[in-house]
């Protein structure tokens, strides 16, 4: 077998050595760095200009309507207020989709200003964000008066018309305000009452617009959307609706304010509010009035706030536990930024990209052209570590205008460039990204890694003579080995990056639930073990016909193994997206490396060449995580002690969360954890094959339970090894803020360190530990399922006629198993199919729970049968979609409810429907 084999191997090393070519590039050098790309769009076809405009995106334009401007000369002019509206659509989209389809050539981008129907009246300095329904237009002002109108605009591509709807207008008039979306909610705050700045506020509006009322036809959001519906034909107005309205909120805990700053960005636990800068009148010691610019920032978390808390008649709130501090204070901008334009980028970064800093407010008149401009630089703020840095110069820097998240970028429209001086440029910024050489050193220490693993598995084919050796390893594994494995099989390199990721953005509330893992290991090791070990089972579903019936074994094995297959496509697949990110490697290649070398030594050598693989690669990762916390520990600030300094007081080692209420049934309250922990190790360490079949690799059932205990304490050990590394990520950023890359999700900070801080040759040993976390996942997965196959698919119904004939057969279904994985993990890499894939993994993960429901039922209970338990199990994966889909429960409740859902309706079953009495002597633990 190994000789035939071979040509196999030759192929797979050709094509990753062909590969490997696309690495010399990679060794030359790097792209030259900068964080922002400015580019000019079509100017605004008024000349003049336009500031304090609304701005939005809707139907795939580009819409700016109102605004003000001094027409020429402007120092003699007074200021207008218009009511024109311009849109910039796509030039000539239907030419351009045309010369696609006929060459499948992309045609440059080309922009052109279509004039649309003028607003009722002209306005100007209202807030504007834009939703799925359209552009929202709040509030605003004239020359004589402040406006409580709001309105939407919604550009209908298939018309080219512009479409208005009135919404509920708000509780009173407001200009200078900043408004933002945050959750399906939009947030008006501050601003003026009146046209004087002493009539600053620091009221916050909200309007849910889940509430919105549909029209007739019109399809309803899903829950949790953000809008939905079209807008009805322009100068039309929804139907009044008692909850879609304008309601208080608990203003933020600093001084009133306009011309400020509002957007929204997600700060690790969820996404928030940010109000920024501005500017308010304050009365001197003297009587006289001055001007204050403000540098503040605070932050708003709506999932901790609760709106019933709060009594606006009094401005009382009473929130308590998780809810009794929705606003923070955060660090202060270096310089006043008032009126500039800001959005969102990336996962945790805001980019603040003008505004005045107040050095030449009172100078404009004696200035007049001589004035040079508002300053033109821009900041980066992230959200996580509370950090600002200088982002660079820019080209211009456009005051009272809106930043605009339009096809990919941010557009700046128009606006002040100085007093009295509008420009009608437009102006498109993206985020540049920087790739770095990932050098020959760490290549070569990767390549020897994964030399290694492929000679591991030549080693362990000879030693593969029957099916027993095959998918057990002879029952020759000494227990650490076998604990090694089982550890690695858990930790998968998702949860490499993912683990420090989450510490990284948030504390070590999760951690606890690693360590549920201690309380599951004698559950595994005295309850369930036992009966797998009695009848010498080689597939864990082998019990559930012995319990129940064929039907179920086969059902139980099916899931399994089609779990697995999607299972197998995502870690090769999530994985290589870091992995490409890191070396400069195509994600296609990380992913035939990762699979097909995972292919070669699962093949040839079968469960014993997973075992030991796993063994070296539980060595190979722990030694990558240790090495890495090390070195960002020693790379920080003050070494440990600013460390530890750091985490304590920025809260970053906080462990549990102690909320009892009835509410927190939707946080990572420390009962949620712990139940949801439990039931997720209950679900691996009772029902899941890849988990099973290492118990039957040891001599004995004693070394068997030695393996569960040493995986346990190796699991503990590892989360908070990996917490801490997640902790070091953020004081070490934290410190070098500079260093945090904008177009890096927040899910690849340890790659992001990896590939620019460690050194030659280490990091090349980082990676390997990456993919040493993928490999010992996939080539389970590999081996388990073709397990599955021949031994619930094969076995009962004499589909070979010898041993001889299993093992050939359990070698080509690794085969063709692995490949199937792998060639679905590459389909997601080239095809736009990952919403259909995560249907699949969805609907095939309802019956994770179920499945364990199925084993606990024929362990704890006499009285369930075959027919009651699938009913169980059919209805516990019903209710499971029912509250993942309806209900606001934690994610990390599901398996616990999937397990509790399915026990309890087939036991029930069991009872209410009649079946023979079935011998389950030694099956149970009652008469184990």
Same mark, same amino acid.
């Given at each position: @077998?190994?000789?035939?084999?071979?040509?196999?191997?030759?192929?797979?090393?050709?094509?990753?050595?062909?590969?490997?070519?696309?690495?010399?590039?990679?060794?030359?050098?790097?792209?030259?760095?900068?964080?922002?790309?400015?580019?000019?769009?079509?100017?605004?076809?008024?000349?003049?200009?336009?500031?304090?405009?609304?701005?939005?995106?809707?139907?795939?334009?580009?819409?700016?309507?109102?605004?003000?401007?001094?027409?020429?000369?402007?120092?003699?002019?007074?200021?207008?207020?218009?009511?024109?509206?311009?849109?910039?659509?796509?030039?000539?989209?239907?030419?351009?989709?045309?010369?696609?389809?006929?060459?499948?050539?992309?045609?440059?981008?080309?922009?052109?200003?279509?004039?649309?129907?003028?607003?009722?009246?002209?306005?100007?300095?209202?807030?504007?964000?834009?939703?799925?329904?359209?552009?929202?237009?709040?509030?605003?002002?004239?020359?004589?008066?402040?406006?409580?109108?709001?309105?939407?605009?919604?550009?209908?591509?298939?018309?080219?018309?512009?479409?208005?709807?009135?919404?509920?207008?708000?509780?009173?008039?407001?200009?200078?305000?900043?408004?933002?979306?945050?959750?399906?909610?939009?947030?008006?705050?501050? *601003?003026?009452?009146?046209?004087?700045?002493?009539?600053?506020?620091?009221?916050?509006?909200?309007?849910?617009?889940?509430? #919105?009322?549909?029209?007739?036809?019109?399809?309803?959001?899903?829950?949790? &959307?953000?809008?939905?519906?079209?807008?009805?034909?322009?100068?039309?107005?929804?139907?009044?609706?008692?909850?879609? !309205?304008?309601?208080?909120?608990?203003?933020?805990?600093?001084?009133?304010?306009?011309?400020?700053?509002?957007?929204?960005?997600?700060?690790?636990?969820?996404?928030c509010l940010y109000v920024i800068s501005g500017r308010r009148a304050e009365t001197g010691a003297g009587g006289e009035s001055a001007v204050r610019f403000l540098t503040d920032l605070h932050e708003f978390d709506p999932s901790r706030y609760d709106p019933r808390a709060y009594d606006p008649a009094t401005g009382e709130y009473s929130g308590t536990g998780r809810f009794a501090r929705p606003w923070r204070r955060r660090a202060d901008v270096p310089a006043c930024v008032m009126a500039g334009p800001a959005a969102p980028a990336? $996962?945790?970064?805001?980019?603040?990209?003008?505004?005045?800093?107040?050095?030449?407010?009172?100078?404009?008149?004696?200035?007049?052209?001589?004035?040079?401009?508002?300053? #033109?630089?821009?900041?980066?703020?992230? +959200?996580?570590?509370? +950090?600002?840095?200088?982002?660079?110069?820019? %080209?211009?820097?456009?005051?009272?205008? &809106?930043?605009?998240?339009?096809?990919?970028?941010?557009?700046?429209?128009?606006?002040?460039?100085?007093? #009295?001086?509008?420009?009608?440029?437009?102006?498109?910024?993206?985020?540049?990204?920087?790739?770095?050489?990932?050098?020959?050193?760490?290549?070569?220490?990767?390549?020897?890694?994964?030399?290694?693993?492929?000679?591991?598995?030549?080693?362990?084919?000879?030693?593969?003579?029957?099916?027993?050796?095959?998918?057990?390893?002879?029952?020759?594994? %000494?227990?650490?080995?076998?604990?090694?494995?089982?550890?690695?099989?858990?930790?998968?390199?998702?949860?490499?990056?993912?683990?420090?990721?989450?510490?990284?953005?948030?504390?070590?509330?999760?951690?606890?639930?690693?360590?549920?893992?201690? @309380?599951?290991?004698? =559950?595994?090791?005295?309850?369930?073990?036992?009966?797998?070990?009695?009848?010498?089972? +080689?597939?864990?579903?082998?019990?559930?016909e012995k319990r129940f019936n064929r039907t179920t074994r086969l059902i139980g094995s099916a899931f399994f193994i089609f779990f697995q297959l999607g299972r197998m496509a995502i870690v090769m697949f999530l994985p290589s997206l870091a992995l490409a990110l890191i070396t400069g490697l195509e994600v296609r290649v990380c992913i035939l490396i990762l699979g097909g070398l995972s292919l070669i030594y699962s093949t040839l050598g079968g469960v014993e060449a997973v075992i030991w693989t796993d063994t070296l690669q539980t060595?190979?990762?722990?030694?990558?995580?240790?090495?890495?916390?090390?070195?960002?520990?020693? $790379?920080?600030?003050?070494?440990?002690?600013?460390?530890?300094?750091?985490?304590?007081?920025?809260?970053?080692?906080?462990?549990?969360?102690?909320?009892?209420?009835?509410?927190?049934?939707?946080?990572?309250?420390?009962?949620?954890?712990?139940?949801?922990?439990?039931?997720?190790?209950?679900?691996?360490?009772?029902?899941?094959?890849?988990?099973?079949? !290492?118990?039957?690799?040891?001599?004995?059932?004693?070394?068997?339970?030695?393996?569960?205990?040493?995986?346990?304490?190796?699991?503990?050990?590892?989360?908070?090894?990996?917490?801490?590394?997640?902790?070091?990520?953020?004081?070490?950023?934290?410190?070098?803020?500079?260093?945090?890359?904008?177009?890096?999700?927040?899910?690849?900070?340890?790659?992001?360190?990896?590939?620019?801080?460690?050194?030659?040759?280490?990091?090349?040993? =980082?990676?390997?530990?990456?993919?040493?976390?993928?490999?010992?996942?996939?080539?389970?997965?590999?081996?388990? +399922?073709?397990?599955?196959?021949?031994?619930?698919?094969?076995?009962?119904?004499?589909?070979?006629?010898?041993?001889?004939?299993?093992?050939?057969?359990?070698?080509?279904?690794?085969?063709?198993?692995?490949?199937?994985?792998?060639?679905?993990?590459?389909?997601?890499?080239?095809?736009?199919?990952?919403?259909?894939?995560?249907?699949?993994?969805?609907?095939?993960?309802?019956?994770?729970?179920?499945?364990?429901?199925?084993?606990?039922?024929?362990?704890?209970?006499?009285?369930?049968?075959?027919?009651?338990?699938?009913?169980?199990?059919?209805?516990?994966?019903?209710?499971?979609?029912?509250?993942?889909?309806?209900? $606001?429960?934690?994610?990390?409740?599901?398996?616990?409810?999937?397990?509790?859902?399915?026990?309890?309706? *087939?036991?029930?079953?069991?009872?209410?429907?009649?079946?023979?009495?079935?011998?389950?002597?030694?099956?149970?633990?009652?008469?184990?």
């Open positions: @077998m190994v000789m035939r084999a071979q040509p196999l191997c030759r192929v797979l090393l050709a094509g990753l050595i062909a590969a490997s070519a696309g690495v010399a590039p990679i060794l030359a050098g790097q792209e030259p760095s900068g964080r922002l790309e400015w580019t000019r769009l079509p100017d605004l076809p008024d000349a003049a200009g336009v500031a304090g405009a609304f701005a939005g995106a809707s139907g795939g334009a580009l819409v700016i309507a109102g605004g003000a401007n001094f027409p020429s000369p402007v120092r003699e002019s007074e200021k207008t207020w218009r009511d024109r509206v311009w849109v910039l659509v796509e030039d000539d989209a239907a030419a351009a989709e045309t010369q696609r389809a006929a060459t499948g050539e992309e045609k440059e981008e080309s922009f052109a200003w279509i004039e649309a129907a003028p607003l009722p009246r002209p306005v100007a300095y209202g807030a504007s964000v834009s939703t799925g329904a359209g552009i929202v237009c709040i509030g605003g002002c004239d020359r004589e008066r402040t406006f409580s109108d709001v309105f939407v605009l919604r550009w209908d591509p298939a018309t080219r018309s512009l479409e208005r709807t009135e919404w509920p207008p708000l509780p009173a008039p407001v200009a200078h305000a900043a408004a933002a979306e945050v959750g399906g909610v939009i947030y008006v705050t501050g *601003g003026t009452r009146s046209l004087d700045l002493e009539s600053a506020t620091s009221d916050v509006w909200a309007l849910d617009l889940s509430l #919105r009322p549909r029209r007739s036809g019109e399809t309803p959001a899903a829950p949790g &959307a953000e809008t939905a519906g079209a807008a009805a034909p322009g100068g039309s107005t929804e139907s009044p609706s008692d909850g879609f !309205r304008w309601r208080p909120v608990l203003p933020w805990p600093g001084p009133s304010r306009a011309f400020h700053i509002a957007t929204a960005q997600h700060n690790g636990h969820a996404r990336g $996962q945790s970064h805001i980019f603040v990209l003008g505004g005045d800093d107040g050095a030449l407010f009172a100078q404009g008149g004696d200035l007049r052209d001589g004035h040079p401009g508002f300053p #033109r630089r821009s900041f980066a703020y992230h +959200t996580i570590t509370d +950090t600002w840095i200088d982002a660079g110069p820019t %080209p211009a820097n456009h005051v009272t205008a &809106a930043a605009v998240e339009w096809r990919g970028s941010i557009v700046i429209p128009s606006g002040e460039i100085r007093p #009295r001086v509008r420009s009608p440029a437009v102006w498109r910024v993206s985020l540049r990204a920087t790739h770095h050489a990932f050098g020959a050193l760490n290549f070569t220490a990767l390549f020897v890694y994964l030399a290694a693993m492929v000679a591991v598995g030549f080693y362990f084919a000879r030693r593969q003579g029957s099916t027993n050796d095959y998918f057990r390893g002879g029952q020759r594994i %000494p227990w650490w080995a076998a604990a090694c494995s089982i550890f690695a099989t858990m930790l998968s390199s998702i949860t490499f990056m993912a683990i420090p990721a989450k510490a990284f953005a948030t504390d070590w509330v999760y951690l606890v639930g690693h360590i549920t893992i201690l @309380m599951m290991a004698p =559950v595994a090791a005295y309850v369930f073990l036992p009966f797998f070990r009695r009848i010498d089972a +080689t597939s864990a579903y082998e019990y559930l060595f190979v990762l722990l030694g990558g995580a240790l090495l890495s916390l090390a070195i960002l520990v020693a $790379q920080g600030a003050g070494g440990a002690a600013e460390f530890l300094a750091v985490a304590r007081a920025d809260d970053k080692l906080r462990l549990v969360e102690l909320d009892w209420s009835t509410m927190s049934i939707a946080t990572a309250a420390l009962w949620v954890v712990v139940l949801g922990g439990f039931g997720q190790n209950l679900i691996s360490y009772s029902s899941d094959q890849a988990i099973v079949q !290492r118990y039957l690799t040891t001599v004995d059932e004693p070394r068997a339970r030695r393996a569960i205990w040493t995986n346990g304490v190796l699991g503990v050990l590892a989360g908070v090894l990996f917490f801490a590394v997640g902790t070091a990520l953020y004081v070490f950023y934290k410190s070098q803020p500079e260093k945090l890359d904008p177009t890096y999700q927040t899910d690849a900070i340890f790659p992001l360190f990896i590939a620019r801080e460690l050194p030659a040759g280490l990091a090349g040993l =980082v990676v390997a530990g990456i993919f040493a976390a993928a490999q010992s996942t996939i080539s389970t997965s590999m081996n388990s +399922t073709a397990t599955a196959v021949v031994t619930d698919f094969a076995r009962p119904f004499d589909l070979a006629r010898s041993d001889r004939g299993y093992l050939r057969l359990a070698r080509w279904m690794t085969l063709l198993l692995g490949a199937a994985g792998t060639a679905a993990a590459l389909l997601l890499a080239s095809f736009d199919v990952r919403s259909l894939w995560d249907t699949f993994i969805g609907v095939i993960g309802l019956f994770g729970g179920p499945l364990c429901g199925l084993f606990c039922l024929g362990v704890l209970t006499r009285r369930a049968h075959g027919r009651g338990a699938l009913l169980g199990a059919i209805a516990g994966a019903a209710i499971l979609f029912t509250v993942e889909r309806f209900t $606001q429960v934690h994610v990390f409740l599901y398996a616990a409810v999937g397990v509790a859902a399915s026990f309890a309706a *087939g036991y029930l079953f069991s009872i209410i429907l009649p079946a023979p009495q079935a011998d389950t002597r030694g099956l149970t633990i009652h008469d184990r």
